[in-house]
């Protein structure tokens, strides 16, 4: 942006964004157990029904040692499910082990040729009772059947739209946190993969956003990962529930 804007000098639209050798150095693992009791904000990207789901949820804990006045660290954990069907294909197709991910349960492989969301549905319904989320964000495409579910099972569903308005602010927040080694992801293989494949679009103000169309390869993770962090930031900054849309009448 500073090139194109202040130099004067071409640059590509499209450009690689996370830096793996600091994306590595997050990969810690932790466990999940004491963030039990933390609160918690969610993000779900349903994707196409013959692609890969992701589901991701985010732990802001604050930590007094971190710098002269403390700092918040960012748990995440992040699963995925994919149609058992054709399944080889698509690991050739995409030149990643599914299968494999799958065996260590990573990726929840559903029956058939498309996305089993019934499964989805109770997957997230156990992550609520382990750690109920404040918030649960979600991309308005392919999901109306299922976030009116999840609002009947007494869960805060938040639209998170995909233009830059609302994911350029958390973009960005993603990567100050990498750098800044406050974001702990665990090591995800999955999600490890989904953080190479990552490109950005950016605007003429400067502003990020991911670009799954242009994209190496899958992104649904970090893409779920953002809305969870979009939607923990603005409430650790006060903001509410309702900031995205108006009074819902049922």
Request: proline share 5%; glycine share 8%.
């Amino acid at each position: 942006t500073f090139k194109r804007l202040h130099l004067n000098i071409w640059t590509r639209q499209i450009e690689l964004w996370m830096p793996r050798e600091k994306w590595e150095l997050c990969g810690e693992a932790f466990p999940l157990e004491p963030l039990g009791g933390e609160e918690c904000f969610a993000g779900l990207d349903l994707s196409s029904i013959t692609d890969l789901s992701a589901f991701a949820r985010l732990w802001p804990v604050w930590d007094e040692g971190d710098g002269e006045a403390g700092a918040f660290h960012f748990f995440a954990d992040v699963h995925f499910w994919l149609p058992r069907e054709n399944l080889h294909k698509k690991e050739d197709l995409d030149g990643v082990p599914y299968g494999v991910w799958a065996e260590r349960g990573f990726i929840t492989l559903t029956e058939g040729d498309i996305i089993d969301y019934d499964v989805i549905r109770a997957h997230i319904a156990k992550a609520e009772e382990f750690a109920p989320m404040k918030e649960l964000a979600y991309d308005r495409w392919n999901a109306c059947q299922i976030v009116t579910q999840l609002t009947g099972d007494a869960l805060t569903m938040v639209p998170f739209g995909q233009g830059f308005a609302s994911m350029a602010q958390p973009t960005k927040d993603l990567m100050a946190l990498v750098l800044k080694k406050r974001l702990h992801h665990g090591s995800n293989p999955v999600l490890d993969w989904m953080a190479s494949n990552v490109t950005v679009r950016s605007d003429p103000a400067g502003n990020w956003k991911p670009d799954k169309a242009k994209s190496t390869k899958r992104i649904d993770g970090i893409v779920a990962l953002i809305m969870a962090l979009g939607r923990a930031t603005l409430n650790l900054e006060g903001g509410s529930a309702y900031d995205n849309h108006g009074v819902l009448t049922i």
